[in-house]
């Protein structure tokens, strides 16, 4: 799936980002919300059609979205452009949950 291929990257990039002392708590949830995606796509992927891989889709977007508004509040190298990479993952997934 092209949303996996992305949220992969997007996960190793967060693993990657630094954040100043007094944000450590957000690079921490960065990294969960980040590696969220990534595990449930694969869950929902592992699931036959139906409900349940929509359920896994439905929770990886809303962690994509803990992803985003993570990026606007932070200030992050190539902040746009992640953002932006961000927002089309969370277009793959929201197809994936109409499936």
């Known amino acids: 799936l092209e949303a996996y291929r ?3 990257e997007i996960s ?11 944000r450590k708590h957000l690079r921490d949830q960065l990294v969960r919300a980040a590696d969220s995606v990534v ?27 803990e992803v985003a508004a ?13 953002r932006n990479q961000v927002r089309r993952l969370g277009a793959l997934l929201a197809g994936l949950t109409r499936r």
């Open 6 to 8: 992305v949220a992969v």
């Open 12 to 22: 190793r990039w967060a693993a990657q980002q630094v954040i100043p002392a007094h």
């Open 39 to 65: 595990l449930n796509i694969a869950e929902g992927a592992g699931k036959g059609p139906g409900d349940s891989r929509r359920n896994h889709h439905r929770i990886a977007l809303g962690s994509a979205a």
């Open 70 to 82: 993570i990026i606007d509040i932070c200030d992050f190298p190539e902040q746009a452009q992640r």
